[in-house]
């Protein structure tokens, strides 16, 4: 099947409201070294054009204000967007500090 189902506990799931309608999101859970591990962006099919760029960098605001030190994710080769990704974190002062087989790990640090 092409259906995956996923239950996560413990994730903070920030929502991106603009102008008060949600129109993206960001997931993710803490590590455990004072840092915000991002798992999902999500953009709604709805949202306005240029909408990622503001809900990324809304999503690092909150992290910072939450408090986290740090927030990393991983970008896997093989996703279809992982060339744009990769562009889109370095635009958001991210930098690579490990890399597997399959992908790069990312990071930014709260200034």
Known sequence: SATRTHVATGRL???????????????GYADDHGGFCLEHVVVFPTAPDRTLMPLLRAGIAEAW???FAHITFF??????????????????GCTTY???EDGYFWVTYKP
């Not at 799931?13 to 997931?27: A, D, I, Q």
């Open 65 to 67: 204000a939450r408090g």
């Open 75 to 92: 970008i896997p080769n093989d996703h279809p967007l992982a060339e744009a990704l990769t562009a889109l974190a370095g635009r958001v």
């Open 13 to 27: 799931v920030f929502t991106y409201e603009p102008r008060g309608w949600p129109v993206g999101l960001l997931t």
């Open 98 to 100: 490990a890399h597997r």
